[in-house]
T-cell receptor
Framework: KAGVTQTPRYLIKTRGQQVTLSCSPISGHRSVSWYQQTPGQGLQFLFEYFSETQRNKGNFPGRFSGRQFSNSRSEMNVSTLELGDSALYLC???????????????FGPGTRLTVL | AQKITQTQPGMFVQEKEAVTLDCTYD???????LFWYKQPSSGEMIFLIYQGSYDEQNATEGRYSLNFQKARKSANLVISASQLGDSAMYFC??????????????FGRGTSLIVHP
């Protein structure tokens, strides 16, 4: 099976712009989660989508949004970019077949966003 | 609130030796999962091993084993016969119910492992 893919891998934007990141989960996986990773804050949960519905959301401003399509692919959007949004954005998929803590999240390679 | 603590910011080990990476957790839930991930410099988080809170046996996956001590709330990762390719950041994570049937893992700050030839 192909792994989780994320595009683009690298992105440079300027303050005030917006950006859209894409994630394709492992075939058959219905849950997609997004994380932001920075040296200062570590790995922080952004949101989770399951069957096109947002099931959980982390503590991030409304500038961060996402969606999931019927084929489970997901996009994440950040509007009005700030310097502090520079980070590695990781997407993870899981099958959610057991519906519990045994579900393992499998991560993509990430998108490294630099805001100038 | 759930919390994962990794007290070793950096570890060094000689090639072919074993190394233990520490992880302690805090939760009031009875049902939870514990995970270890490896993150090389390329950035991708690679799943290594899983341990359920009700599992009585320590999990093993090849050279990786998880030393699970429930009473002490610790879930240390043991890597046997270290290889140069093991050099990476290692993250411990715990999954508990976050509401609405959603299980969101909480991650520790990570331990940087460097394997010397």
């Amino acid at each position: 099976k192909a792994g989780v893919t994320q595009t683009p891998r690298y992105l440079i934007k300027t303050r005030g712009q917006q950006v859209t990141l894409s994630c394709s989960p492992i075939s058959g996986h219905r849950s997609v989660s997004w994380y932001q990773q920075t040296p200062g804050q570590g790995l922080q949960f952004l949101f989770e989508y399951f069957s096109e519905t947002q099931r959980n959301k982390g503590n991030f401003p409304g500038r961060f949004s996402g969606r999931q399509f019927s084929n489970s692919r997901s996009e994440m959007n950040v509007s009005t970019l700030e310097l502090g949004d520079s980070a590695l954005y990781l997407c993870a998929s899981s099958p959610r077949t057991s519906g519990g803590h045994t579900d393992t999240q499998y991560f993509g390679p990430g998108t490294r966003l630099t805001v100038l | 609130a759930q919390k994962i603590t990794q007290t070793q910011p950096g570890m060094f080990v000689q090639e072919k030796e074993a190394v233990t990476l520490d992880c302690t957790y805090d939760t009031s839930d009875q049902s939870y999962g514990l995970f270890w991930y490896k993150q090389p410099s390329s950035g991708e988080m690679i799943f290594l091993i899983y341990q359920g809170s009700y599992d009585e046996q320590n999990a093993t996956e090849g050279r990786y084993s998880l030393n699970f001590q429930k009473a002490r709330k610790s879930a240390n990762l043991v890597i046997s016969a270290s290889q140069l390719g093991d050099s990476a950041m290692y993250f411990c994570a715990m999954s508990t119910e976050s509401g609405g049937g959603s299980y969101i893992p909480t991650f520790g700050r990570g331990t940087s492992l460097i394997v010397h030839p």
